[in-house]
């Protein structure tokens, strides 16, 4: 049978719209081609109907504790900016002249970058320069950005373990007390050894009480950290093996010879006649 004019011409111009329903597409184009291509368009559309919708590959991103190494900006690579280099430069100078030194803490550390506030007390730190340290401390835990962190607290106490001062550690002390900052135990173990390693003997039982008591499950490598900065107090390093061997009684604690505690005895009593 012939086609009128008008039917080739609607059968070939091209469709006004397009779909976008692959079915629908599949099921128009399947009236065109050979037996074989129709029977595979007929079952590609019945799939695609009775497929459910598309699903898409999503993932959960969970952010951890403040005080992960990963997370926490006290761990990063500190950087700093010019404006840190001059404020540090100039509190360095100043530190001898109170009024105008904290007239420049008012009008220029008040005004630092987080970066730079942050790699400014870092690098105090670093030179062991406890003052400045500490005001610094005080200024960033003012700031809006702070929020308590495990690792800035154990910075500032290995640097004041590391000087010798007792006081201003009880004060650093308290203050991640009220914030409720909880040290892991290898942090704790790494602090106790500092203070034994400056001969402040009673400030590291101080914190290996705090230890013993805090909710972390106990390990055993931080207590031969601690066990082995002992050595020149016999009288404390047996009540700390004792409650080591309590922990984990299935461990083994290798004593010093004799003549290694006596050294060591030795040593200590000639520092602090020194």
């Not at 951890?64 to 190494?69: I, L, N, Q, Y």
């Not at 500092?194 to 003997?201: H, M, Q």
Request: a neutral charge; hydrophobic letters at 40%.
């Amino acid at each position: 049978m012939l086609e009128s004019p008008e039917l080739h011409r609607a059968a070939c111009a091209p469709s006004s719209f397009t779909s976008t329903n692959p079915s629908a597409h599949l099921a128009s184009s399947s009236l065109v081609g050979t037996p074989g291509q129709k029977l595979l368009r007929h079952a590609s559309s019945r799939m695609l109907l009775h497929s459910g919708p598309l699903k898409t590959n999503t993932r959960n991103f969970v952010t951890g504790a403040a005080s992960s190494p990963s997370l926490s900006i006290w761990r990063r690579k500190k950087e700093m900016g010019k404006e840190g280099l001059m404020v540090a430069k100039e509190l360095k100078r100043l530190q001898s002249h109170p009024v105008r030194f904290e007239r420049f803490m008012k009008t220029h550390v008040s005004r630092l970058l987080k970066s730079d506030l942050v790699a400014v007390l870092v690098e105090f730190q670093r030179q062991n320069l406890v003052l400045l340290s500490m005001k610094l401390y005080d200024v960033v835990r003012k700031e809006t950005w702070y929020r308590p962190d495990m690792f800035f607290y154990r910075d500032m106490l290995m640097m004041l373990a590391r000087n010798k001062k007792v006081n201003e550690a009880r004060t650093v002390w308290n203050d991640l007390k009220r914030e409720e900052v909880l040290f892991d135990q290898h942090t704790f173990g790494d602090l106790i050894r500092a203070f034994l390693d400056s001969g402040l003997p009673d400030e590291a039982m101080r914190i290996y009480d705090e230890m013993r008591s805090s909710p972390e499950p106990p390990l055993s490598l931080p207590y031969r950290v601690i066990l082995k900065g002992l050595i020149p107090y016999p009288e404390l390093r047996e009540k700390v093996k004792d409650d080591f061997l309590e922990l984990f009684p299935n461990m083994i604690i290798y004593d010093p010879p004799e003549d290694l505690l006596n050294d060591d005895q030795q040593w200590r009593t000639e520092s602090d006649d020194d």
